[in-house]
């Protein structure tokens, strides 16, 4: 029994490291950036039905790549800033992984972070990777944590 319990540890290691990421985690501030956003599971073991990828500031003027199977939207605010791009209509079967990607002007400062908040909604429930990590504060501490894309500086030095 007790060699079993290593075995079960790696497994829910495992399944708490499976969240929504970015595929390329660095980008240069002022270059173009293709957002590839992975996703590796569904909700309670369902398909994935709807994924909404909010938008930080310092990620502009985005233009998704087209998806077959879904339908693929950008939302703007008031002013007709994008806000998230949304994909749906599709269906990801919980035991798939798939990619969906967007492509946009870094216009945040080097050393910053920027965080993508993303709704997954799958046949039952949805998962909201929300979740930012405090100062110090390991994402993979975190629930549900929002994909992270650390901006560094330019080949030029900006």
């Known amino acids: 029994m ?5 075995v ?3 497994l829910l ?3 708490a490291l499976a969240h ?5 985690p660095q980008a240069a501030a002022g270059s173009y950036y293709k957002a590839v956003v992975r996703v590796p599971h569904g909700c309670d073991a369902t398909a994935t039905t709807s994924l909404t990828v909010h938008l930080p500031k310092g990620f502009t003027t985005p233009k ?5 199977g879904w339908d693929v ?17 599709g269906n990801l079967p919980d035991a798939f992984y798939d990619e969906f990607v967007i492509r946009a002007k870094i ?9 993508f908040k993303v709704s997954q909604v799958c046949e039952k429930g949805q998962i909201d990777w ?3 990590p405090a100062p110090g504060q390991d994402e993979h501490e975190l629930a549900a944590p929002a994909a992270s894309l650390k901006v560094t500086a330019g080949a030029s030095g900006h």
């Open 2 to 6: 007790l060699k079993m319990i290593p």
């Open 8 to 10: 079960l540890s790696l």
């Open 13 to 15: 290691g495992s399944q």
């Open 20 to 24: 929504v990421s970015l595929e390329n």
């Open 64 to 68: 998704p790549m087209p998806k077959p």
């Open 73 to 89: 939207a950008v939302e703007t605010d008031n002013n007709g800033v994008a806000t998230a791009v949304k994909f749906s209509g």
């Open 107 to 115: 216009t945040a400062p080097a050393n910053s972070i920027l965080y």
């Open 130 to 132: 929300f979740d930012i």
